[in-house]
């Protein structure tokens, strides 16, 4: 990483991608073969993308841009986001700006451990079973161990067990949870073949039948954190704070409020998450399940006012990502984005992921809070509404800015300005 690395690039957003890419490479790890990957849009080999997936016809590109202006935990931090949905990288890069006086986003971890459940149905004495079940932890740890030697080399393996009665519609059913640090890896398969190591084992000791072994994705002992404080003065006052605050009350207490205002979070995620080549629907079904942990769901941010009238977010999110596994390595875009942050482990890339998704939502509420959404949009769409009504030339950016002085962005209002015009013209 160079010495003079920053993530603040004044006038970013007006370079062509080929000067991007050359600031990039000038600040980060980025090195020529990444940069003319990147500079390739058709990058995936039909044999590589063949073999990832079945059936493979093609490949689907989808824009990767850098979102710019964020400090993590002290490091100037430049994250590649990829993601089809216009608003979204500018939307992290004005956040970031915005608490950079104040020292960016501070974040954290829980761990990386992962869940694997062992389903087993057919007992008449659950609660004995799950006794003896409990008693076998050291046998349990051994099949584990056994099964993923690689993951045991890099400190992680099977960490502890968890049994449970669950009462269900079709009696009670015993269900085992292997808890199994994965380390660099998300883990899923390393976790999947560890509960299906198991599952015979199981049977054995209790007599029933295991059926389900699978990971699970409320990856609830991996979460990421993050919590930023934003000067009051630098977002726009009180009131907009006192706003902000108020769209986040309202989310916190309406599922319907919330499923928006998370779905705004996984904006960020999302996209930081495909871009590492990790897996999104893991991600995202994770985030949603803890965003109803306590039987509603809820924001999976908070938003408070510090003492001196500062608003202060925080994200708590579960990550479970990896740098090896999956597509993660299969992917050459994967591993050129992760040198563009300069992460080494995967804790380090959630934190990164969980910073984004908090500055994200900062974005989405101060923009509800104020302007409202569309204002932003529609002002990007004036131009193409100004040519689906016939402006050429010239004409374009007159019309569009013609309507956003009006604040009347249609196709309607374009024509009669258009005929106006040209007319005038005449
Ligand atoms: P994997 O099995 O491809 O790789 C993980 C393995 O890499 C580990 O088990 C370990 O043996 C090895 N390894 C080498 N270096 C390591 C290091 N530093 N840290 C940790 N492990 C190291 O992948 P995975 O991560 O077990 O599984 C991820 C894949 O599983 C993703 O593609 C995901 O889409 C898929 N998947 C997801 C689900 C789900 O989320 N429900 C279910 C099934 C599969």
């Known amino acids: 990483m160079s010495k003079n690395m920053t993530s603040r690039i004044p006038g970013f957003h007006t370079m062509s991608v080929e000067e991007r890419l050359a600031k990039l490479a000038e600040l980060t790890d980025l090195d020529q073969d990444a940069v003319a990957h990147f500079a390739n849009t058709g990058n995936l ?14 490949t689907m590109n989808i824009p990767i841009g850098v979102a710019t202006n964020l400090i993590i935990d002290g490091r100037e931090t430049l994250v590649p986001m990829a993601t089809e949905e216009s608003s979204v990288v500018a939307a992290v890069c004005n956040a970031a700006k915005q608490c950079r006086a104040a ?6 971890t829980s761990g990386s451990l992962m869940i694997a459940q062992v389903q087993l149905v057919g007992v008449s004495d659950p609660e004995n079973a799950r006794f003896k079940i409990l008693e076998r932890r050291d046998d349990i740890r051994a099949i584990c161990d056994e099964t ?24 009670p059913m015993v269900i085992t949870h292997l808890i199994v640090d994965t380390r660099d890896a998300m883990g899923a398969n390393a976790v999947n073949s560890m509960a299906e190591a198991v599952g015979p084992k ?20 991996r979460l990421a954190r993050a919590r930023a404080v934003w000067p009051v003065d630098e977002i726009g006052g009180p009131d907009v704070r006192d706003g902000m605050l108020s769209a986040f009350r309202f989310a916190d207490a309406d599922p319907y409020r919330a499923a928006t205002h998370n779905k705004g979070i996984m904006n960020g995620v999302s ?16 985030a949603h399940a803890y965003a109803a942990r306590t039987g509603r769901y809820r924001s999976l941010t908070k938003w408070e006012c510090d003492a001196d009238g500062n608003l202060v977010g925080s994200l708590e999110i579960p990550l479970a990502v990896g740098l090896v596994g999956g597509a993660t390595k299969v992917h050459p875009t994967a591993q050129a984005a ?19 998704g908090l500055a994200q939502n900062f974005a989405a509420l101060k923009v ?35 309507m956003r002085e009006l604040g009347k962005i249609r196709v309607d209002v374009a024509e009669e300005l258009l005929g106006e015009l040209r007319a005038g013209k005449r």
Request: glycine residues 14%.
């Open 202 to 221: 199981i049977a054995e000791w209790t007599g029933g039948r295991v059926f389900l072994r699978i990971l699970s994705n409320l990856a609830d002992r």
């Open 103 to 108: 020292g960016g986003i501070a974040t954290g």
């Open 45 to 58: 080999e039909a044999g590589t993308a063949d073999r990832m997936i079945e059936n493979v016809i093609g």
């Open 148 to 171: 993923d030697p690689v993951l045991l080399k890099h400190g992680g393996g099977y960490k502890d067990l968890e049994v449970r009665v669950l009462e269900t519609a079709d009696g």
């Open 338 to 356: 992760l040198r563009i942050m300069g992460v080494g482990t995967a804790d380090e890339l959630s934190r990164i992921v969980a910073a984004v």
């Open 271 to 286: 996209a930081v998450v495909l871009a590492t080549g990790n897996d999104t629907r893991a991600i995202e079904a994770g």
């Open 368 to 402: 509800l809070a104020t302007s409202g959404v569309q204002k932003g949009h529609m002002a990007l769409h004036a131009k193409n509404i100004a040519v689906m009504a016939g402006a050429e030339g010239d004409e374009v950016d007159a019309l569009a800015d013609r």
